[in-house]
């Protein structure tokens, strides 16, 4: 049977959910912050590494999909600050197995239906949302009137609107937002970044970023395969792009001059491949691409006196750098999400900077969203 795309996909995927249950931020801050920084490229520090008493802060998971599994369970493991506690899905058939593996109570786990009642619970500090984009600013702003902190898998939403209610949402309710930016916490990434802080091969002059997997066209029956849900080559790598240019040339564009994409023929169908150019203040300009479809995986940077990059720029393993002169950023860390659940959980026991607040992401989603506009218009916009 032909697959149907629904009015509402963020809706009917809760829907379906509960159908399956019976479903910058300034120091010392301690919301999300509404303002945000002057700059992508105001890229606070890791925190202290240094536990408040020896507390490690409950996390609970909403959405126990294939990178909950394969990735952030495993990588909670290996944390100094954090413990899995909590489980949300909308598949409760797999609470018993998850309950088994991590030893978490039942009284601990939940449906999208009864989430709301985590607000009672005191074992839980964060909800990590690791679900569809589309269904990001939903489950997040319920988190956050639950009166617990949020991290949020990227991209952080669909639009900026979505966004922006995220921000506010967890400001109203004293809680941090935090994005899971996992390569702005990798350490030789951050050797990257002072790189262009400390201007070590002088003022940059352009720069590039690539990010694609060849594999085969997401079927229309998976989420990643629907438009309106986050699915597309631009959403899922393409992210990675656009906030590796942020931080690699800690500037933010001021427009995208031109983008292209290759879209697959149908209802709702993903882009496969999109390029863009983006034009920062002063005339530089960065090119950007991002494939399902064509295997790609660097940043780099050229300024006056040299160059550096990260080449591959974002696997979950394996990622390296090099210099024009020689040096080399690495080696690889044994595991990234464990490194950026750390530095998230210090932020919050000492009141510190996130380094991936929401204000941070909001300006990526704006970006996305300008490529699409120029891609479809043809035309240069404004950012």
């Not at 490229?41 to 909950?68: C, F, N, T, V, W």
């Not at 500090?125 to 990001?136: E, L």
Request: negative net charge; proline residues 8%; hydrophobic residues 35%.
């Amino acid at each position: 049977m032909p697959h149907k795309t629904p009015s509402n996909p963020r809706r009917q995927f809760l829907r379906q959910s509960a159908a399956a249950t019976g479903l910058l931020l300034a120091p010392g801050l301690i919301g999300c912050n509404s303002s945000g920084p002057a700059s992508a490229g105001e890229d606070p520090e890791p925190a202290p590494r240094r536990p408040d008493q020896g507390r490690k802060l409950g996390i609970a998971i909403l959405g126990l999909g294939g990178y909950a599994s394969g990735q952030i369970a495993p990588a909670l493991q290996l944390t100094e600050h954090c413990e899995l506690r909590g489980l949300i899905t909308g598949s409760p058939e797999k609470l018993p197995e998850w309950q088994r593996k991590y030893n978490i109570k039942k009284e601990n786990s939940y449906t999208y239906d009864t989430m709301d009642e985590i607000a009672d619970n005191a074992e839980i500090d964060v909800i990590y949302v690791i679900t569809p984009t589309a269904t990001h600013r939903d489950f997040s702003v319920r988190a956050a009137n639950a009166g617990k902190h949020v991290w949020c898998e990227k991209p952080m939403a669909m639009t900026p609107e979505e966004c922006q209610e995220m921000i506010d949402a967890c400001n109203r309710n004293g809680v941090k937002l935090a994005i899971g930016y996992r390569m702005m916490h990798e350490p030789n990434t951050r050797k990257l970044i002072e790189l262009t802080k400390e201007k070590a091969y002088g003022p940059l002059t352009g720069a590039h970023a690539y990010a694609g997997y060849a594999g085969s066209p997401p079927p229309a029956d998976y989420w990643r395969g629907q438009r309106d849900m986050g699915g597309g080559a631009l959403y899922d790598m393409g992210v990675y792009t656009v906030n590796g240019l942020a931080y690699g040339t800690q500037l933010q564009p001021v427009a995208v001059v031109k983008a292209e994409q290759r879209r697959q023929d149908r209802p709702n169908g993903v882009d496969l491949t999109t390029t863009y150019t983006l034009r920062y203040p002063d005339g530089m300009t960065a090119e950007g691409k991002t494939s399902v479809v064509e295997d790609y995986n660097e940043l780099h940077i050229d300024a006056e006196n040299g160059w550096y990059e990260m080449d591959p720029m974002q696997p979950y393993t394996g990622v390296k750098g090099s210099t024009s002169d020689g040096k080399v950023l690495g080696p690889p860390v044994p595991n990234q999400q464990s490194i950026q659940m750390d530095d998230d959980a210090l932020a919050i026991l000492n009141g510190t900077e996130l380094i991936a607040p929401g204000t941070l992401a909001k300006h990526d989603i704006r970006v996305i969203r300008a490529i699409i506009e120029s891609a479809e218009t043809g035309r240069e916009v404004k950012i």
